[in-house]
């Protein structure tokens, strides 16, 4: 089924941005004008996937409130004026972590109550900052981790 033409515009824009950072994404079936509808699929839902480290899945909404899951365990909710930029910004490694615990007790505290990540990953995009907390999905994403920290 063919996806509208703002759906259409962002997949081709997502492709030019893997492919400037040599993560040419998965093929997106969705987008092609003359292909027929997927027994199943969501109409309202195309999805965008970048295999590498870090994995990337981008879903684009037909309302344009788009999710960009990093490594399975950032979830962003982002605009869709928003979306290609963001996964620029993670394609070329500029995700931040900050910390939501300090010192040893705190992190005792965040591993003991499930939580081995206790830091929010944050991406910055023009003058907004787009943040969502690295959820305890094992494995635990090294890339994600591996992250430097945010300025205070």
């Known amino acids: 089924m063919p996806i509208d ?3 259409q515009a962002t997949v081709r824009a997502l492709w ?17 004008p003359w292909q ?10 195309t999805i965008v996937s970048f295999p590498g480290t870090p ?9 344009g409130g788009d999710t960009v899951l990093v490594e399975t365990t ?14 620029t910004e993670v394609l070329a490694g500029r995700v931040r972590r900050r910390a939501r615990v300090r010192g040893t007790i705190g992190n005792l505290m965040a591993a003991l109550l499930g939580s081995p990540a206790p830091a929010d990953a944050e991406i910055v995009v023009g003058d907004r900052v787009y943040s969502t907390p690295i959820t305890a999905r094992q494995p635990l994403s090294t890339w994600l981790m591996s992250r430097p920290l945010a300025d205070e």
């Open 16 to 32: 030019a941005a893997g492919v400037a950072h040599d993560r040419t994404p998965a093929p997106v079936p969705e987008s092609d």
């Open 36 to 45: 027929e509808a997927d027994q199943g699929a969501d109409p309202d839902l």
């Open 55 to 63: 994995e990337v899945e981008v879903q684009l909404h037909t309302d």
């Open 74 to 87: 950032a979830d962003f909710d982002v605009p869709r004026a928003d979306v290609v930029a963001l996964v």
């Open 5 to 7: 033409d703002n759906t």
